[in-house]
Each structure stands twice: as structure tokens, then as C-alpha cells.
């Protein structure tokens, strides 16, 4: 079965770093595009960053623009996120997302979270 696992998350001070991962399994990983979603406390949950099955387009919402690079291994069947100058509002649980618009599915990870505070 599809199964979408996310690590990496964790506590870090403003103007950090981190590098978050997501291990795919169960379907044609290079086939999909894939994606980054987040959800703050008390918020909905927000698109991050979107890549291409073939890696060679990517996305950003306004938030994470020059700031965060979205990244795949379609050998490893991995994406990647990294976050740079992480602030505070960057708090959040970090989910990842693949969708399989013919069947009409959509899967997600269950997250990690992603803490930035002094």
C-alpha cells in the first residue's frame, strides 16, 4: 500500500535550518509529483512547495520562496525540503503528499513538526 513517511522535523532557533525527508513506498514513485504541505497550530493545513515526477519544476507558495528548495530521488523514492532562515511562523507540522488524479486519490504522510523558537 501507499505509505508516505516524513522525518527530520524538530527544534531549531530562528535563522536555522533543517532538512526534512519523505520515504515513498508502494506506488510508482517517479510517476507523481509530490508535495509539501504544513499546518500551524490553530491553522489550516497550507501548500509548501510542489516538484515535478521527473524533479525539473518546482513551486513555492509566497512563504517559503527563496527561503526553502524542494528536492526528489526518484532512485531513492525520497523528497526532500530544505529550510533555510527558518522564523517563527515556520512552526508547524510538516506533511508530505502525493496525489493519483486518475483514481482520484490522495495520500499523506503523518507528519513532522517542525519547532522554531529561542
Known amino acids: 500500500q501507499v505509505q508516505l513517511v516524513e522525518s527530520g522535523g524538530g527544534l531549531v532557533q530562528p535563522g536555522g535550518s533543517l532538512r526534512l525527508s519523505c520515504a515513498a513506498s508502494?506506488?510508482?514513485?517517479?510517476?507523481?509529483?509530490m508535495r509539501w504541505y504544513r499546518q500551524a497550530p490553530g491553522k489550516g493545513r497550507e501548500l509548501v512547495a510542489h516538484?515535478?515526477?521527473?524533479?525539473?519544476?518546482?513551486n513555492y507558495a509566497d512563504s517559503g520562496k527563496d527561503r526553502f528548495t524542494i528536492s526528489r530521488s526518484n532512485s531513492l523514492k525520497m523528497v526532500y525540503l530544505q529550510m533555510n532562515s527558518l522564523k517563527s511562523e515556520d512552526t508547524a507540522v510538516y506533511y508530505c503528499?502525493?496525489?493519483?488524479?486518475?483514481?482520484?486519490?490522495?495520500?499523506w504522510g503523518k507528519g513532522t513538526l517542525v519547532t522554531v523558537s529561542s
Open positions: 503528499r502525493t496525489d493519483f488524479p486518475l483514481r482520484r486519490e490522495t495520500y
Open positions: 508502494g506506488f510508482t514513485f517517479s510517476a507523481y509529483a
Open positions: 516538484i515535478t515526477p521527473a524533479g525539473d519544476s518546482t
